[in-house]
Nanobody, 111 residues
Framework: QVQLVESGGGSVQPGGSLRLSCAGSGFTLDNYAIGWFRQAPGKQRELVATITSGLTTNYADSVKGRFTISRNNAKRTVYLQMNNLKPEDTAVYYC?????WGQGTQVTVSS
């Protein structure tokens, strides 16, 4: 049974940092690209960052220079380091390995 489980969300002030984790089980995570997406209230889900099995990364323009995606295949985990967080980063963050989604973790940025 394939599972993706996100963790690490929370509430922070603008300028703060969080690190999200996406733990995979039931499949060989090493072989697959993983994406982080987010969905804010009333908005469509959008792509935040991706990392391929070969460690190629890609970022949405809105997070370039602030977010970093990485993976630890030994731990079957993909991370999203988020620095200099802004209120507009507030959303539920999901990880995805096609065709599977995690359940999401809430990130709230507010003063």
């Amino acid at each position: 049974q394939v599972q993706l489980v996100e963790s690490g969300g929370g509430s922070v002030q603008p300028g703060g940092s969080l690190r999200l984790s996406c733990a995979g089980s039931g499949f060989t995570l090493d072989n697959y690209a993983i994406g982080w997406f987010r969905q804010a209230p009333g908005k469509q889900r959008e792509l935040v960052a991706t990392i391929t099995s070969g460690l190629t990364t890609n970022y949405a323009d809105s997070v370039k220079g602030r977010f970093t995606i990485s993976r630890n295949n030994a731990k079957r985990t993909v991370y999203l380091q988020m620095n200099n967080l802004k209120p507009e980063d507030t959303a539920v963050y999901y990880c995805r390995s096609v065709p599977y989604w995690g359940q999401g973790t809430q990130v709230t940025v507010s003063s």
